[in-house]
């Protein structure tokens, strides 16, 4: 029979759970490099950049006839991309852990073939 009562508790858990793994996304911190490491981010679990360096010896490139700021930018937006990835993957492992954690409490110990 349907226990409405079940059905609010398991909600209240879900919303717990959420908090937590907010909490835990904005304490993880995620590094990405690009260029041999002349330009690396790091970024936490909810893509929010949180340092940028820049090797002096890439700014140093820089100077002089022609200076590829191309190049430099170009540095700068993979390192970010290389941390929003692993950021990805770190959301993906915990979404994917909790989800199992939450399955297995609410099936209560069924050993339902495909499910373990």
Do not use: C, H, W, Y
């Not at 717990?16 to 304490?27: A, C, H, P």
């Not at 679990?45 to 191309?70: H, N, Y």
């Not at 209560?108 to 373990?116: A, E, I, K």
């Amino acid at each position: 029979m349907f226990n409405p009562l079940k059905l609010q508790e398991m909600l209240a858990q879900a919303n717990q759970m959420q908090e937590e793994m907010q909490r835990k996304l904005s304490q993880t911190q995620l590094e990405g490099a690009s260029g041999g490491g002349a330009v690396s981010v790091v970024m936490n679990g909810k893509k929010q950049l949180l340092r940028l360096r820049i090797d002096p010896a890439a700014v140093a490139s820089l100077s002089g006839e022609g200076p590829d700021l191309e190049m430099l930018q170009d540095l700068i937006v993979a390192a970010v991309n290389d941390a929003g990835n692993k950021a990805e993957q770190q959301l993906t492992s915990q979404l994917k852990s909790q989800l199992s954690s939450q399955l297995g409490g609410l099936l209560g110990g069924l050993n339902l073939p495909g499910l373990g």
